[in-house]
């Protein structure tokens, strides 16, 4: 098991349950030894894994087995191999048994479904809705099933409403005075919070059919031929317009999955390789600016998902 560019974790493994069938019926620990032999990890054959596993049950500081004409001791308590002719030493580990997530899934109670249920429960305008929530539709949905999409005002003073007007002011303010924050630049998270102007007519194609990137070049490539997302509300600005007689202007506030990001190009139809991954994987976003990104941009509307129009 291996972590890629991670800044919060170092070394990691999988950890296990009780190995007991009274206490765990359903998928206990089985666990399996192995030897390392100077390339990778190779398991015992059974006999001897049976054998192991009896004396670490035990407590015995101990084994010693034959294979072929040669024979070993394993010492239990720094689990390293001997050969009792040679001398010859080999790294031994015990490991639980991987099972798939297809093969627990019937003993498993999930605290939220994988299925959505038939109508999402009311709307819920008191909760932060830039915070993470844990269930199927975000909280302050209140969408039917038989509609494609619903427009909801929000009520002026709810949580909801606070956040969002907070996030678009913080780079469009309401008076000329800008407050500069000083704020701490952590790991970069997977999932951001976006900003994307527009007009009143793409707005509603939006709001049915979702971000398209596939009708990139109406504003330009200059990152490539794919869906733009801003991190202040400012700079979407510029993409809006006074519209009908109220003089409105449209911009959505959007959940982007940004994931790893690279820096764009004019001609990219999709992101590049990642060639600090594995063979084939691409980055999953493109930016401005690698050190201080004011755009993304996403090649996937799987990506995008148009959660606030402002």
Known sequence: MKLNNSFNYGKVRRLTNSDSLVTNPYFPSKWKVYWWN?????EYNEDVSTLLLKKMS???PECSFCVGTQQYKVDLATMTQSNVTTGFQRKVCCRPFYYSPKSMHPYLQLTVSTEPVSDPPGENFSVDPLQEFSSWYPPVWCLASEQDYSLVDLPAGTQAYQSIENLFYES?????????KQHTNSKEPLERHLFHGTT???SEDICHNNFDPRMAGVNGTSQGFGSYFATTASFSHSYTAWEGPEKVRH???AKVLAGKTCLGRYNYRRPPLNHKMRQFHLYDSCVDNTVKPTMFVVFDSCQCYPYYLI
Do not use: I, R
């Open 251 to 253: 911009m959505f506030l």
């Open 58 to 60: 035990k407590n015995e």
């Open 38 to 42: 100077n390339v990778k990890w190779e």
């Open 200 to 202: 009143k007519e793409p």
């Open 172 to 180: 469009v303010p309401e008076t000329k005075v800008y407050m500069q």
